[in-house]
Each structure stands twice: as structure tokens, then as C-alpha cells.
């Protein structure tokens, strides 16, 4: 085969476009603007709430704002009240959650498409419609008590439990470590306990952080059940010192933010984790 | 009838487009960062030649190809198509149709309009567009599935419909990036064969970029082998085989063993025999060297005092392959599968070179 | 011959000609054993019962009840009719839509901007600020931007002293649009969150192809690129607008209930604001929120349906 012949040129006629560099830059400059334009719109609002928490009255910066919070009449009620509530709509959603899910992993895999379904429920029956629902048909000693509400919780925190279960499952092979334990004399509850809890780690924690933090924010419900939790407290709270309130709302924001942010770089680390295990 | 179709019509007429465009592709280096990937690449590829790049993955085997395909730039080096410098010309100007890997169809369209989807942007009345994308999809026989989008197909299916797609715009040149290699190995072998026969059929020059050694060999005119940026060796592929220019070559084609041997005056001490050197060694006076030896060019007979054992047998069907411990290495030497049973484990044996000479490299060191 | 799927997955396929006489008991048998593989989930399905289905059936019920306890079509009727509670819900369907479809296309705009950076720090600062500011809501954004827009407040203050005052210019942070305003904090990352992935499932061959087949950049967009998210966009802004109209927490804090959407009207309702022969108007309420958002829902699943077939 010959090589490339000089003599073979056809009267081709190729368009010399260079390239449109001028076209780059332009766009370049938008997406900056928009980048930039956003920065403002979600950061400002946080500054010139955090400057207006460190106000006294008078507008001058202040720490008073801040060193009056302990002091504040119903505050530390309604705080202990949302931990309560917190950590028991925790402990419900777990035990609930955490063995029926790795049962449907295991034995009932299809199952997980109705689960998939249910959990985006909440979505068409959200709080303000739902505590209207319950209000009427729960059963007046469940009324007169707070974990009524705890028990409404479990099932907001539905969908967030379930997303974080399913994934973190998904990346073990259940069945196989089941059969594996059993196989070595492991009975079921230990089995969970010892075998597939630990591997489930950064899912609880996730599924944790998330019930946490919608629990402590939660307004709707427990203002329409009269029930004064940490942010009904913060919006009933008489407002001589707007700045007071502010301040709450600002650390009760900031503690749900490092929560959350917590649980977004663990999940993005353990997606990291397990792109490298499966590229090894 | 080319290519295998489920119906009986007759041959469809796609016109060989003929307009395969001769290639140059001069000194090409390009910097990623710390990697070369190409450290001074050139290639020529004659009109209508099937020339494949074959190397390690790493090699700069794609980059080559995408800065053909125009969607990478050389930092320095040129490309010449029909004796004209496109280095400068952006990627869809350069009427070059592109095969990629896998998942390149348009989700959105189907088959038939992901294949006349050039002929579309080219303004191309949608009768003649329509008629031109059968007679592509007949040619690749999956004209019943034109109305299919691409998640209905299967994978073999889809790289169909992209080579059909690559074809429509009747380029200079066909690019081809490892279409095959997430295919699996049934549809993989049937594919290889379409594709050759299709583009000998419409003579047009294709440039296909593989890491597997036996599409290379069986698809190409000739083959270039690349490692870390440079090519180390372009020829056909009988040539490759039987003449490996380098250590590297000689390596990564086909199978081969290493044996340390010692010089003597005009040649080397190999099996207890001198053995002539093939080609020029001027560069190698003064350093240990290896024998690079083909299982085929080297033949066994048992004998009592032997000085090798056999260690090791894989039945291959017509052959059977023996590793033989030798001198501390391990040597492979195929034997027809009718003798094998006397080449039992632990047989001792004696070896002994069956070519005419025999390839020396520098001794590996070990690492 | 068929190999019949193992017990552990809760069903059995009958085998083949032998167990034909068999059928009737078999089939019986396969249905004893899925109940049997079932039960260990019962007490998920009694709680979405008891938590989800029972208050919902209340609802729907309540609805086409009358006080006394008859059915009837009165408390529907008093709302389509006209009056604060068709307002009610007209100011939420325009609420809903305006912070769906602009913080849909911000949204997009935005998060296409973050995919094409080159920071890899920017992308990550991004995915974990979405992730964030999309549970962000209710109480504590309420205040958040009473302290910066408010009357008193900061960039009020700012903008004061550059002798601008939005306020005198019609922006009322606790009317409808300024409740929208507020609504983008969360809304537009919850956009950028979900259309992220489907952005990133945008393959580089599928632009590559396009270009080397005679493509501009234009045209890749126009033909490819968006046909394929418009899917994903669309099924967003769906879900964009259920998360709009039924927000009451943020909107309660922001206005203290004095303003005219359903959800605020139902909190109302809750509160005893009850008018006497319209005792149930408030399930009604609660009804026709119901039948907006599983519309939304559908709207979400069909289209993000389609579109994971094709971003596969």
C-alpha cells in the first residue's frame, strides 16, 4: 500500500473555520454573572441575619441577643420537648424501618417498588393537610399527649429513612452476608446486630441526622396541636426584642445546617469509597 | 448480500462513496498535564486502508484518534487530510464520521432519525433523508428495527445503527473508537466481520483504535502498535507477527517467553545450540540479552536427561501448549494436542529452536 | 423446561407438565406461601395504614359530609363558588406556579452553570449547599429574611442609605410575591438537586457525535440536548409545584396567617375560625389540596419515567 500521495489531492473544498474563541469568552462572562448573582441571593439573607442577631435594640452590634436566649421564659421547655420528641420519633422509625427493610432486601425484593411508592406519599399529603387528618381521627388520649406528634413524625421521616436504608443495603449484598452469618451459627438477632447494622453505619447515620432535623424544624404540626416545640416557641415568643428571636432562629438554623451538611459529605464520601472499591 | 439481514431483499445500492481521503497524521504531541499521551506521532494511512491502533490502555491510541476527529488539539504536529493542513479546522467541519464506544445514539430519536440526523443538518430534503437512512439501516440489516429508539435496542444493535449513522454523511474517513470493546464476545466476533466487509465494500479509510490484538490482526490492512505515544511499529499484520520490530512488539502480539542467552561471535548460546540473531543488534553490543521466542518456533522431545521439566500444559484444541522450566524460566512451546500425552506433568525434556533465528531484546531487569 | 425461582424471593413458578393435575392446590399453595413471606412487613403496612391512609380517608370522607353527618356536596360547592376560598385557592395555584417555573429555569440555568465549571470545589461546595438549603423552610427562613428585608432590617437599612426603598415601591415581603420571594430559597435548590443528575447523564459522546456529524453548538442543543432534559425539567417543575403549594410553615411565620392561600386557610380552620353551617369546609380544603398534588405527582412519575429511559 502506498503512502500518503500529494498527487491524490480532490478539488475538496473544506471551510478553514478557525476556532470561535470570541463565542467562549461571551459565554464565560454569563455564567459568571449567574454564578455570582446566586452567591448573593442565598448568602446576603444568612450575613444580614447573623449581623441582625448580634443587635441590641438600639442597632449597635451586641452579644446580648445571644447571652439572653438561656434566660428566656418556655425556651428550655420547648427545646427538651423537640430533643423528646426528636429522639423518640427516632427510635420508632428505626425499629420499624431497619428490619422490614432488610427483610424486603433479602427475601422480598419487588417489595421495594411499592416501598419506593409509598414513601413519596408524604409528598401529596403534606403535614398542613395530614395533621388534619389525624387531628380528627386519633383517639383523645393519644391527643392529650405530645408523642402524638412523634408518632405523625415517623411517618414524614418516612421517605428520608427509607432513600437512606435502600442505599446503603443496596451496596452490601444482604443475602450473601446473611447466609454467610447464619451459616457460621449466627442467629437473626444477632445477625443484624453484629453483621449488618455495622455495615449500615453511614445509612443510620443519614437516616438519623435527617428525622433529627425534621423533627426539630418542624412547625406545622405542632403549632395546629398546640403543643409549644422549639419552633412554634420561636414564632409564638412575644417579640419585644425581634432580635432575641432572630438569634434563635439563626442557631437553631446553623445546628440543622451543620447536621446536614455532616450527612452530605459522609454520603459523598461513601460513594467515593464505593467507586474505588468497585474500580479496584 | 454483505451483512446479515432477517429479510430477502436484494442487495441494497449504496454507491461506494470511493472518496477515501489518504491521511497524514505528522509528529503529533500531546501533553496531559505530566502524561505524554502523544510523544512524536505519525502515521500515514493510504486512500480506502483499514489501518488499526493497537497498544496498552494509556498508549495515546485514542487521543490520536480524537485529534484526528478534531476534538482534541496537538500541542504541536499537524493533520493532514487529502495533502491539506486540517489541524485548524473544528470538529464538524471536517467530514469525518465517528464511531465512540458505547451509548452515542441520540436517546431522543430513533434509529432511522439518529441515522439521517447528519443528512438533517445538512438540509437535506426529508424524502431523499428518509430513503437514505433505510438503505443505511438495510446495509447494516436492521431495517426493521428503524423505528426503535435506542434503549430498545441491544448493545450490538446500537453500534449498527452508529456505524450506519457515521456512514450517512459519506465521509473522507471513518473513525472507529473501540466499538467493540463493550460488547460481549459472540456479537463482538459477528460485528468484527460486518464491519471490514462493509468498509472494503465502500473503500473508504478507516482509522479503528483497539486494545485487543486479535480484532487488529484480523480486521486491518496494517497495523500500528502504539506505547506510551509513539508507535513502535506499523505493518501488516502477518508481518507484526512473524517480524516484531521490538521487544514491545514482539511482547504485546501474539505470545511469546523470554530466555537470558549469552553472545557468542556471530550469534547467540540458546538450547545448547547457536542461534543466528535476527535483524540489526549494533545498539545492544555490550548489554545481557534475552531471546524472545514464539511457542511455535520452538519444538520439544523427551529425554531422559533432559534439561527441562514440563510444569505446565493448557489443551488449545488443534494445540497444546507446554510450559517447560528451563535454565530458571519458563518457556512455552506448543505441541500438536495428538502427541500431547507424552509431555506429561514433570516429564523431562529437551528444547530446541525451530526458525531460522531468533528476536534479542536487553535483558529485563527485575524490578 | 422452566426452573422454578427460588422460595426466597416469595413466589414459585409451577414447573412444567407434572404438576398440571396439581394446579388448583398449587396455585393455592403459592398464594398461603406469599402471605406467609409477607408478614414480616405487616407492621410497616399497619403504620402507613394508621398514619397515612386512615387520616387521608378521614379527609376525603369529611369532606362530602355535612354536621349532622349526611353526605353532600355543600362544602365543595362553597368553596367552587366563589368567595375567600376559591381565592384561597387560586392564590396558591399562582403561587405554586410562579415558584416552580421560574426557579425551575433558574434552577436549571444555575446548575448548568455549576456542571460546566471547572472547579471541582465549587461543584462540591454546591451539592452540599443544595442538599442543605432545600430542607431549609418554615420558621427559621421566615425570620432569616425578616431580618434582611423586613422593615427594619439589614439590606433594607442598605438600601436606605443608597436612597432606595423598595417598600414605598410596592415590595411587601408579607404579600403573595413577596412570600414568593421567599419560597426561591428553597425551591431553586431543590431544582438544582434534581436536575443535576439528569444534567450530568447528558453523555460527552452524545455532543461529540453531533459535532462530528456537522453540528454547531446550537444545533446539538436544539436537536439533543434539549429534547433529552426537557423530560427531566418538566417532571421537576411538577414536583416544584407541589412542594409549593402546600408550604404553610414558612408562610405562617412570615405573614401570622393573614394571608389568602389553602394552606393557611386550612391552619385557620384548625384554629377554630369555623363559620357556623360550614363546619367541614376545612376538610373540603384539605380534599381539594389532595387532588392537586396527586395531579403534580403524576405529572413527576410519568415524565421521570420517560426520562430515565432515555438517561439511562
Redesign the interface.
Given at each position: 500500500m502506498a503512502s500518503v500521495v500529494a498527487d491524490n489531492i480532490v478539488d475538496f473544498e473544506l471551510p478553514m473555520v478557525p476556532l470561535d474563541l470570541t463565542k467562549r469568552r461571551r459565554i464565560h462572562w454569563g455564567r459568571g454573572l449567574i454564578l455570582w448573582l446566586a452567591a448573593a441571593y442565598f448568602i446576603i439573607p444568612i450575613y444580614a441575619a447573623l449581623k441582625f442577631s448580634l443587635q441590641d435594640i438600639s442597632g449597635k452590634f451586641s452579644l446580648s441577643p445571644i447571652t439572653a436566649i438561656p434566660s428566656q421564659p418556655g425556651l428550655a421547655a420547648a427545646f427538651f420537648l423537640s430533643m423528646r420528641l426528636a429522639f423518640v420519633t427516632l427510635a420508632i422509625v428505626l425499629f420499624l424501618m431497619v428490619p422490614t427493610m432488610i427483610y424486603v432486601h433479602m427475601k422480598m425484593p419487588r417489595f421495594r417498588r411499592f416501598m419506593e411508592v409509598v414513601t413519596i406519599l408524604p409528598i401529596v399529603i403534606p403535614p398542613i393537610v395530614l395533621i388534619l387528618g389525624v387531628l380528627e381521627a386519633a383517639p383523645l388520649w393519644l391527643k392529650s399527649s405530645p408523642y402524638l406528634l412523634s408518632l405523625v413524625y415517623v411517618v414524614l421521616a418516612m421517605p428520608f429513612v427509607y432513600r437512606s436504608l435502600d442505599s446503603g443495603l443496596g451496596a452490601l449484598d444482604v443475602k450473601t452476608l446473611v447466609e454467610a452469618a447464619r451459616s457460621l451459627g449466627s442467629g437473626w438477632i444477632s445477625t443484624i446486630w453484629r453483621v449488618l447494622v455495622p455495615n449500615l453505619r453511614s445509612a443510620l447515620l443519614s437516616a438519623t441526622v435527617l428525622t433529627l432535623a425534621l423533627v426539630l424544624g418542624e412547625f406545622t404540626m405542632a403549632s395546629l396541636d398546640l403543643w409549644e416545640t422549639l419552633p412554634v416557641w420561636i414564632v409564638d415568643f412575644d417579640q419585644t426584642n425581634a432580635h432575641i428571636s432572630t438569634a434563635v432562629a439563626m442557631l437553631s438554623l446553623l445546628g440543622t445546617w451543620a447536621l446536614l451538611t455532616l450527612i452530605v459529605s459522609i454520603d459523598r464520601s461513601n460513594s467515593r469509597r464505593r467507586r474505588r472499591n468497585r474500580a479496584s | 448480500m454483505i451483512l446479515e439481514s432477517h429479510t430477502t431483499q436484494p442487495t441494497p445500492t449504496v454507491e461506494a462513496s470511493g472518496s477515501g481521503a489518504p491521511v497524514l497524521l505528522n509528529d503529533l504531541v500531546r501533553q496531559f498535564g505530566a502524561t505524554r499521551a502523544l510523544d512524536g506521532f505519525s502515521l500515514t494511512i493510504a486512500p480506502g486502508e483499514f489501518v488499526a491502533l493497537l497498544g496498552p490502555s494509556g498508549c495515546g491510541k485514542t487521543t490520536a484518534l480524537r485529534v484526528l476527529a478534531g476534538f482534541e488539539q496537538p500541542d504541536s504536529g499537524s493533520v493532514h487530510v487529502h495533502g491539506r493542513d486540517v489541524s485548524g479546522v473544528p470538529a464538524q467541519r471536517r467530514d469525518m464520521g465517528m464511531v465512540f464506544q458505547s451509548y452515542s445514539l441520540f436517546p431522543n430519536m430513533s434509529a432511522r432519525d439518529n441515522v439521517a440526523f447528519g443528512l438533517q443538518l445538512r438540509r437535506q430534503r426529508t424524502s431523499v433523508r428518509r430513503a437514505r437512512a433505510g438503505e443505511l439501516l438495510e446495509l447494516v440489516g436492521l431495517s426493521e428495527h428503524a423505528s426503535k429508539y435506542p434503549h430498545q435496542l441491544s448493545g450490538g444493535q446500537q453500534q449498527r445503527v452508529a456505524l450506519a449513522r457515521a456512514l450517512a454523511i459519506e465521509p473522507q474517513v471513518l473513525l472507529l473508537d473501540e466499538p467493540l470493546s463493550a460488547l460481549d464476545a459472540k456479537v463482538r466476533a459477528e460485528l468484527r466481520d460486518q464491519i471490514r466487509a462493509l468498509q472494503q465494500r465502500l473503500a473508504i479509510t478507516t482509522l479503528f483504535v483497539t486494545h485487543d490484538q486479535e480484532e487488529a490482526l484480523s480486521m486491518a490492512d496494517r497495523v500500528c502498535v502504539m506505547s506510551r505515544g509513539r508507535a513502535e511499529q506499523v505493518a501488516e499484520p502477518s508481518v507484526l507477527y512473524a517480524k516484531p520490530a521490538t521487544a514491545f512488539v514482539a511482547e504485546f502480539v501474539g505470545v511469546s517467553s523470554r530466555v537470558p542467552v549469552t553472545r557468542l561471535k556471530d550469534g547467540v548460546q540458546l538450547f545448547g545450540a547457536r542461534a543466528k540473531i535476527r535483524g540489526d543488534v549494533e545498539s545492544l553490543a555490550g548489554s545481557d540479552i534475552d531471546a524472545l521466542l514464539r511457542p511455535e518456533d520452538v519444538s520439544a522431545k523427551v529425554a531422559n536427561n533432559g534439561l527441562g521439566i514440563v510444569n505446565h500444559r493448557s489443551f488449545l484444541g488443534a494445540t497444546t501448549r507446554l510450559g517447560v522450566g528451563v535454565g530458571g524460566v519458563s518457556v512455552k512451546v506448543d505441541v500438536r494436542s495428538s502427541d500431547a500425552e507424552l509431555f506429561e506433568l514433570g516429564t523431562r525434556v529437551d528444547l530446541a529452536l525451530s526458525s531460522r533465528d531468533v528476536l534479542v531484546t536487553e535483558r529485563k531487569k527485575d524490578a | 423446561m422452566k426452573i422454578p425461582s427460588p422460595l426466597?424471593?416469595?413466589t414459585s413458578t409451577p414447573s412444567g407438565a407434572d404438576d398440571k393435575d396439581r394446579g388448583g392446590r398449587h396455585i393455592t399453595g403459592t398464594l398461603v406461601r406469599s402471605l406467609r413471606?409477607?408478614v414480616?412487613?405487616l407492621?410497616?403496612l399497619a403504620?402507613?395504614t394508621l398514619?397515612?391512609l386512615?387520616?387521608?380517608?378521614?379527609?376525603i370522607n369529611?369532606a362530602f359530609r355535612s354536621d349532622s353527618g349526611a353526605l353532600t356536596l355543600s362544602n365543595i360547592s362553597t368553596i367552587v363558588h366563589g368567595g375567600e376560598y376559591l381565592t384561597g385557592f387560586e392564590n396558591s395555584i399562582k403561587l405554586a406556579l410562579a415558584t416552580s417555573v421560574i426557579p425551575a429555569v433558574?434552577g436549571t440555568?444555575?446548575a448548568y452553570?455549576?456542571a460546566?465549571?471547572r472547579f471541582e470545589f465549587?461543584k462540591?461546595l454546591v451539592?452540599?449547599?443544595s442538599?442543605?438549603?432545600a430542607?431549609?423552610?418554615?420558621?427559621?427562613?421566615a425570620?432569616?429574611?425578616?431580618?434582611?428585608?423586613g422593615a427594619n432590617?439589614?439590606?433594607t437599612s442598605w438600601l436606605a442609605r443608597l436612597g432606595l426603598n423598595p417598600w414605598s415601591h410596592g415590595f411587601d415581603l408579607y404579600k403573595l410575591w413577596g412570600v414568593a420571594f421567599v419560597y426561591?430559597?428553597f425551591q431553586?435548590p431543590l431544582m438544582v438537586l434534581i436536575i443535576t443528575p439528569a444534567l450530568n447523564g447528558l453523555?460527552p459522546?452524545?455532543r461529540?457525535?453531533?459535532?462530528?456529524?456537522?453540528?454547531?453548538r446550537w444545533?446539538y442543543w436544539r436537536?439533543?440536548g434539549v429534547?433529552?432534559l426537557m423530560p427531566s425539567v418538566l417532571g421537576s417543575t411538577f414536583?416544584l409545584f407541589?412542594?409549593g403549594l402546600?408550604a404553610?410553615?414558612t408562610t405562617?411565620?412570615l405573614t401570622g396567617g393573614t394571608i389568602a392561600i389553602t394552606?393557611i386557610q386550612?391552619?385557620a380552620y384548625?384554629?377554630g375560625n369555623v363559620i357556623s353551617g360550614e363546619e367541614h369546609i376545612?376538610?373540603a380544603l384539605?380534599f381539594g389540596?389532595?387532588v392537586l398534588?396527586?395531579i403534580s405527582?403524576l405529572g413527576y412519575?410519568l415524565l421521570r419515567a420517560r426520562s430515565s429511559?432515555?438517561?439511562?
Open positions: - | - | 426466597s424471593d416469595g413471606t409477607s414480616p412487613v407492621p410497616f403504620y402507613i398514619g397515612l386512615v387520616p387521608t380517608l378521614v379527609i369529611l433558574l440555568m444555575l452553570a455549576i460546566q465549571s465549587l462540591r451539592a452540599t449547599a442538599g442543605v438549603l430542607n431549609f423552610g418554615g420558621v427559621n427562613l425570620f432569616m429574611f425578616v431580618a434582611t428585608f432590617a439589614i439590606v426561591f430559597y431553586v453523555r459522546a452524545w461529540e457525535a453531533a459535532e462530528n456529524l456537522g453540528a454547531s444545533r436537536h439533543v429534547p433529552v414536583l407541589g412542594s402546600s404553610y410553615a405562617e411565620a394552606p386550612i391552619g384548625l384554629q376545612g376538610y384539605g389540596m389532595i398534588l396527586l405527582i412519575v429511559k432515555w438517561l439511562q
